[in-house]
């Protein structure tokens, strides 16, 4: 059952919807994924959206954390979006800090964000 | 009907199937949606130690009742090479994996009461409980 996640492009952003459980492989997949696009498209921004996702463990924290910092070094900023209040919580609770990460309550205003960002 | 049911632990996927596990049983006991984040991702990280550092082992979910208050128990046991300092793992921060797994301090913290015992040479038993407030 490993399945891929899609990752859509919106002008110069990539858009991603993550909708069900990552196990370890769909997440490590997913971060090759998303930086061969970034590579392919020139995209500037990326908004990774977690509305769905119910946990957060300390791989699944990792793997974005490097997610983030990878597609940084490729040029591109990423916006966290839709963290539920119990995510938050165990995540602080769990002891990860996911520093210097540029988040926003949905995906409508990551996309302002991120925009904002980009004609900085 | 049993109240207890576990998940043999020898690869990434037993990790998800033994969270699944626990989630089900902690909705089923009603806990609520922050309680049940909690009780999964602590699962993860008990299961993910045990796939890192034993190879494998077993993690049990057991449905408790103490003085009329439910609760979930939750066993990571193993027969690996057991924990030489507890007192070192239970600092925040330390990890011996490169970053993997927050470790069982973020477990405590997640649960009301967490117990260790391990022995060197002979593995570890982790308990760790929430009540159902």
């Known amino acids: ?4 996640i899609p990752i859509l492009k919106l002008r110069d952003t990539l ?3 993550i909708q069900w459980e990552l196990d370890d492989q769909t997440a490590i997949q997913f971060q090759e994924d998303l930086l061969t696009k970034l590579h392919e498209t020139s995209a500037r921004g990326v ?12 791989f699944i924290a990792k793997v ?3 997610v983030i910092s990878m597609s940084s070094l490729m040029g591109a900023r990423v ?7 119990a995510v938050a919580i165990t995540l602080i609770e ?5 520093e210097d990460v540029m988040t926003a309550l949905d995906l409508e205003n990551g996309l302002d964000k991120l925009q904002l960002e980009l004609e900085a | ?11 990434e996927w037993d990790i998800v199937a033994a969270r699944q596990l626990g989630r089900n049983v902690a909705k ?34 057991q449905r408790l009742t103490e003085n009329g208050i439910n609760g979930i128990l939750i066993i990571a046991a193993d027969n690996g090479p057991g924990i030489p300092d507890i007192r070192k793992v239970m600092e925040d921060g330390f990890s011996t994996s490169g970053g993997l797994g927050a470790g069982l301090p973020g477990v405590k913290r997640l649960m009301d009461d967490f117990k260790i015992e391990t022995t060197l040479g002979e593995g570890t038993d982790i308990r760790a409980t929430k009540w159902l407030r």
């Open chain 2, 28 to 61: 089923e006991l009603g806990f609520g949606t922050v309680d049940q984040a909690r009780i999964t991702t602590a699962i993860s990280e008990l299961a993910r130690n045990i796939y890192l550092y034993a190879g494998q082992g077993r993690i049990e979910i």
């Open chain 1, 79 to 85: 916006v966290i979006t839709g963290i539920q209040p």
């Open chain 1, 47 to 58: 908004v990774i959206d977690l509305t769905s996702i119910d946990f957060i463990d300390s």
């Open chain 1, 15 to 17: 858009i991603v919807s």
């Open chain 1, 94 to 98: 769990l002891g990860i800090r996911l």
């Open chain 2, 1 to 11: 009907m049993s109240n207890q049911s576990s998940v043999e632990i020898q690869t």
């Open chain 1, 1 to 4: 059952m490993n399945v891929r």
């Open chain 1, 64 to 66: 974005l954390g490097d």
